[in-house]
């Protein structure tokens, strides 16, 4: 299984600066033949399901905040938030749609300074 | 608008079979791939299996011998069984699509979840 590691575990900062959360993969996410890195980002606010963010490690899902991007290739991926706002604060869970099984990191909390 | 909403019975015996099944509206689920995550309370998600719009399964391995994952096309509806449950399979249950990328999946609608909870 490829195993997702997420950092930090948690994450606290004043509003309207940034926050970035990392996520590295056991093995390499990157398939060559189409150069694309099966990596995506999920939002979990209390009491709700994921939601989609980030795909492609880097594609913003329809309707999602420029706000929110993701970069990285290979094994090492980040989701910043470049500004954070009050509604942000949630669980982020980085994702690999790599192989099978897919797998998930274990979580970002992302709250308020 | 895609919306999807489980259902189960909230309360299963320990060894018993667990029946779950996902309502899809606002679109055919013959048009995708649909799955099955779960979220043990508190804790981090597990993808549990997916099934193509023609039936073809998809399964974790670490629950392959206790999941089946089908799709009833005349009901738009999604449907898991796990048997043989445990505490440990006590979780949130939730559906969702399974937009095609590349020959893999991107789980891009969600349900609300179903509860479960494995006790005696």
């Known amino acids: 299984d490829i195993v997702m590691t997420q950092s930090p575990d948690s994450l606290a900062v004043s509003l309207g600066e940034r926050a970035t959360i990392n996520c590295k993969s056991s093995?390499?996410?990157?398939?060559?033949?189409?150069?694309?890195?099966?990596l995506a980002w999920f939002q979990q606010k209390p009491g709700q399901p994921p939601k989609l963010l980030i795909y492609w490690a880097s594609t913003r899902e329809s309707g999602v905040p420029d706000r929110f991007s993701g970069s990285g290739s290979g094994t090492d991926f980040s989701l910043t938030i470049s500004s954070l706002q009050a509604e942000d604060v949630a669980v982020y869970y980085c994702q690999q749609y790599s192989g099978n099984p897919y797998t998930f990191g274990q979580g970002t909390k992302v709250e308020i300074k | 608008q895609v919306q999807l909403q489980e259902s189960g019975p909230g309360l299963v015996k320990p060894s018993e079979t667990l029946p779950l099944t996902c309502t899809v509206s606002g679109v055919s689920i013959s048009a995708d791939y649909w799955g099955w995550i779960r979220q043990p309370p508190g804790k981090g998600l597990e993808w549990i299996a997916y099934v193509s719009n023609s039936g073809t399964t998809t399964y974790n391995p670490s629950l392959k011998s206790r999941v089946t994952i089908s799709v009833d096309t005349s009901k738009n509806q999604l449907s898991l069984t796990l048997s043989s449950v445990t505490a440990a399979d006590t979780a949130i249950y939730y559906c969702?699509?399974?937009?095609?990328?590349?020959?893999?999946?991107?789980?891009?609608?969600w349900g609300q979840g179903t509860l479960v909870t494995v006790s005696s």
């Open positions: 093995q390499s996410v990157l398939y060559n033949p189409n150069n694309k890195n099966y």
């Open positions: 969702a699509r399974g937009r095609s990328a590349s020959g893999q999946r991107i789980f891009d609608y």
